[in-house]
């Protein structure tokens, strides 16, 4: 219809439901005319009398011909995907169209066939019929479109519904004017009234659904930017790790070496010495170069579950830094989300780290369990603890970085230190903190 607001794409539903309405349409109507075909109707006189002449082959062939025309020739053309491929926008308008039209037609082409004069009853049965099945077409204009066309649909039915009506005249009479006005103009109250609600709750959804594709984007976005901020925190991690092993290392291989050279000629003993210092910081630099790479290339959570993989990192760090360990790890944790272990191994990691490369602890004790609906890390230590004032100091990264962990997942994470005093890191998750 004109004035339709044509787009390429068809709202999901739209056409399925069109299609259904219209196949149920052509069920009722043929088994209508089946009906007045065989069986008798018990009405007054004047309706009988005309129901016998429709009921002649010639009212029975136009009423088949005007169903399979209509609603039988519409279904097909709505089940047939090429034509919506090669109509394009105008696929759905002369879907709409054709059921709307139809229906208007179909009683006055049967008058003018019958070519008696019509019962007014009939012609108000007509009428209500005829606006019965205009709610198709009206529901998909309302659904598809605004409620501009839908006031257009509701003028083009009126205007064409008047002008058959006073052609028509001759075959219906003056008289019965006035009653099939008053139908008509119910029928366009009707339609305005239900029209309008299906455009607003079809707006509100469009709405919804709008809202929901743009908090999707941004929910992908902050994903992407978490994805990014954990990349550069583990590539922050592996700097330190590698500046801890590597630069200390070879800064102290060098020293030793500028040594070696100034002695190695005028105290051969002494440059020996240096020489097999160099070589064992050498060694140990690589030993712990390549544990820094399989850390980085072993997948301890995918191969262990959290449990193991804390007390095998809990392991390995105590060996590194001869510090005395005590474990107290639930070995089941229940069924935790893959991104929550993620961030308490990584935690956990870095409070290790802290231990073994700051604190100067001689015991720590890491703790992890499940009680209730709560999971908690505890790492704590007997090292020489620092001052809590300094915990937002940009030169605690590692600290930082838990903090952004913890609450990155809906964590809490606490510090508590004092210098001499040791430090206690609690991490926590779910529950009621």
Same mark, same amino acid.
């Given at each position: 219809?004109?004035?339709? @607001?044509?787009? $390429? ?5 739209? /056409?399925? $439901?069109?299609?259904?309405? +219209?196949? *149920? ?12 075909? !065989? ?47 090669? /109509?394009?926008?105008? #696929? ?34 007509? /009428?209500?019929?005829?606006? +019965? ?17 839908? +006031?257009?649909?509701?003028?083009? $039915? ?25 139908? /008509? ?14 455009? #607003? ?10 809202? !929901?594709? %743009? ?51 005028? =105290? ?13 910081? +050498?060694?140990?630099?690589? $030993?712990?170069? &390549? ?18 993989? *804390? ?14 360990? %005590? ?17 308490? #191994? ?22 992890? @369990?499940?009680? &209730? ?6 790492? &704590? ?7 809590? @004032? ?38 926590? #998750?779910?529950? =009621?903190?």
């Amino acid at each position: 219809m004109r004035g339709m @607001k044509h787009t $390429t794409e068809l709202e999901p539903g739209v /056409l399925p $439901t069109f299609r259904l309405f +219209i196949g *149920v349409q052509l069920l009722i109507s043929s088994l209508g005319a089946i009906a007045h075909w !065989l069986i008798p109707l018990h009405t007054p006189t004047e309706i009988i009398k005309h129901l016998s002449a429709i009921a002649s082959t010639t009212a029975i062939f136009t009423q088949f011909t005007i169903i399979a025309l209509g609603s039988g020739l519409l279904f097909i053309y709505l089940s047939l995907p090429a034509l919506g491929q090669m /109509l394009k926008s105008f #696929y759905l308008p002369i879907g709409i169209a054709w059921a709307t039209v139809v229906p208007i037609l179909s009683p006055f082409i049967e008058f003018h066939v019958d070519g008696s004069n019509i019962p007014e009853l009939l012609l108000q049965t007509a /009428l209500w019929q005829q606006t +019965i099945l205009l709610f198709i077409p009206l529901i998909v204009v309302s659904w598809r479109y605004s409620i501009q066309q839908v +006031i257009l649909f509701c003028g083009l $039915t009126s205007a064409l519904n008047l002008a058959l009506l006073f052609s028509s005249t001759a075959l219906i009479g003056r008289d019965p004017l006035r009653s099939l006005l008053g139908i /008509l103009f119910v029928q366009v109250v009707a339609f305005l009234l239900v029209g309008h609600m299906i455009v #607003y709750l079809m707006n509100i959804q469009r709405g919804q659904r709008r809202r !929901l594709t %743009e908090a999707n984007e941004r929910l992908a976005q902050h994903a992407s930017i978490v994805e990014q901020l954990t990349i550069t925190r583990e590539r922050n991690r592996l700097a330190r790790e590698l500046h801890d092993v590597l630069a200390h290392t070879l800064s102290g291989v060098a020293v030793e070496l500028e040594g070696l050279r100034a002695t190695m000629h005028r =105290d051969p003993e002494q440059a020996t010495s240096l020489l097999d210092h160099s070589l064992q910081a +050498i060694r140990e630099g690589l $030993t712990e170069t &390549r544990r820094t790479l399989q850390e980085l290339r072993a997948k301890p959570l995918e191969d262990l579950g959290l449990a193991l993989a *804390v007390r095998t990192l809990a392991e390995s760090y105590a060996e590194r830094a001869d510090v005395h360990i %005590e474990l107290d790890i639930d070995q089941d944790l229940g069924d935790i989300p893959a991104e929550v272990q993620q961030s308490v #191994y990584r935690i956990a990691q870095e409070a290790l780290a802290n231990v073994a490369d700051h604190a100067q602890a001689q015991t720590a004790r890491v703790i992890l @369990k499940q009680e &209730r609906d709560q999971l908690q890390l505890i790492v &704590r230590d007997d090292g020489c603890g620092f001052d809590p @004032k300094e915990f937002n100091d940009k030169r605690h990264y590692g600290l930082l970085g838990m903090r952004e962990r913890a609450e990155m997942i809906g964590g809490h994470l606490s510090v508590e230190s004092q210098a001499g005093k040791g430090t206690q890191i609690l991490f926590s #998750y779910g529950g =009621d903190r």
